[in-house]
């Protein structure tokens, strides 16, 4: 299979993001925005919850895909995601399709760093019914 999933970028990360994330989500915790907060817990600055990463990373996938084919998604939190960071996403797909399901390895990073990682079933036709026109920019610039 060609897989027509392109790489992804969001950032650089600011703090009005993950206020308004929190806001949305109803994660108040004082790490994600009070910076003696986050010092007391040892971050020099407040960080993202770790659902701001997998939010941004599904959204990377289901703007490429359509949210109505994606069957399962597990992800592993590994490195907090900090106000300024620029996030890449990739996913690297598995040879084999089994149900009618396409299985891929998901990765967001910052430069070298894993920040969560995690698998993916989705309907194997989304890669082929993908429009021409849900080719989506995922660089934020600010």
Do not use: C, Y
Not at 7 to 21: A, C, E, L, N, S
Not at 34 to 52: H, L, T, W
Not at 59 to 75: C, K, P
Not at 98 to 120: H, I, K, M, P, Y
Request: aromatic share 6%; net charge negative.
């Amino acid at each position: 299979m060609s897989p027509l999933l392109t790489d992804g970028r969001i950032g650089p990360i600011t703090q009005t993001d993950i206020v308004r994330f929190a806001g949305a989500g109803g994660d108040f915790n004082p790490l994600h925005h009070d910076p003696e907060s986050a010092r007391r817990a040892g971050f020099d600055a407040p960080i993202a919850m770790g659902q701001f990463t997998i939010a941004l990373l599904s959204a990377w996938l289901t703007d490429q895909i359509g949210v109505e084919h994606m069957r399962s998604l597990d992800v592993d939190f590994k490195s907090p995601v900090r106000i300024g960071d620029t996030v890449d996403f990739t996913a690297e797909f598995a040879d084999d399709e089994q149900d009618g399901l396409t299985r891929a390895e998901l990765s967001a990073t910052v430069g070298q760093t894993v920040v969560a990682a995690g698998t993916t079933t989705f309907a194997a036709d989304a890669l082929t019914d993908v429009r021409s026109d849900a080719a989506v920019d995922h660089t934020r610039e600010d």
